[in-house]
């Protein structure tokens, strides 16, 4: 008697544009800013336990991490800008996982996360893997900015966020601001058109 046949696990998500991405071998060519965008807007930060009257979104969080890159680093390059405001453009397909969640995950979830991040890289006219000086400056900007999201909307006391994230500079201040959806859907794809455009500037 022959054995069941058993179908493999689908492995693709549908986009509201159409693109159909495959998660176990992303295509750039399957990737829409505008997909990313309305998925990040409506992913929530820190699981959606904030004191706020909308979610903290990643898009917002990822405009405010870009901000935050460019004060650490005024002469940073548009493309740099750039990769700073993209870089947890994977959420939009695999959520905001809370940082211990990722480290009961293990490296299965890196794997994904490093493999889509590649291909929005790609998609965007970034190099797959940055600059070990770019992703430290825009990691240590997504520190800081946990660190200011943390209390202001996370309660979490100072003592906390100092020791479990990035204090900022003196001088650095940053008031975190939740917004609906919609706009924060809007703030990430203005940021994203503007630095297109200064890219395309720049380019001999």
């Avoid at 409506?42 to 870009?66: C, I, L």
């Avoid at 901000?67 to 700073?84: G, T």
């Avoid at 940082?99 to 979830?109: C, I, N, Q, T, V």
Wanted: aromatic share 8%; net charge positive; with cysteine.
């Amino acid at each position: 008697m022959p054995k069941p046949t058993t179908k493999p696990p689908r492995a693709w998500q549908r986009m509201l544009s159409g693109r159909r991405l495959d998660l176990s071998d992303p295509s750039p060519f399957d990737i829409e800013i505008e997909d990313i965008a309305h998925g990040l807007a409506r992913v929530a930060r820190w699981n959606g336990q904030t004191n706020s009257q909308f979610a903290f979104s990643v898009a917002e969080h990822s405009v405010v991490v870009e901000q935050i890159a460019r004060a650490l680093k005024p002469d940073l390059a548009p493309r740099w800008q750039l990769a700073a405001l993209l870089h947890d453009a994977p959420e939009y397909v695999i959520g905001d996982m809370i940082s211990p969640f990722k480290a009961m995950l293990g490296d299965r979830y890196k794997i994904t996360e490093t493999r889509l991040e590649q291909a929005v890289h790609l998609r965007f006219g970034l190099p797959p893997n940055l600059p070990k000086t770019i992703h430290k400056l825009i990691k240590r900007a997504d520190r800081m900015c946990a660190w200011f999201e943390a209390q202001q909307i996370a309660g979490f006391s100072t003592s906390e966020a100092n020791k479990l994230f990035l204090s900022p500079p003196h001088d650095l201040l940053v008031k975190i601001e939740p917004m609906p959806a919609k706009q924060a859907q809007i703030a990430f794809l203005n940021r994203f058109h503007a630095l297109q455009i200064t890219t395309r500037e720049q380019k001999p």
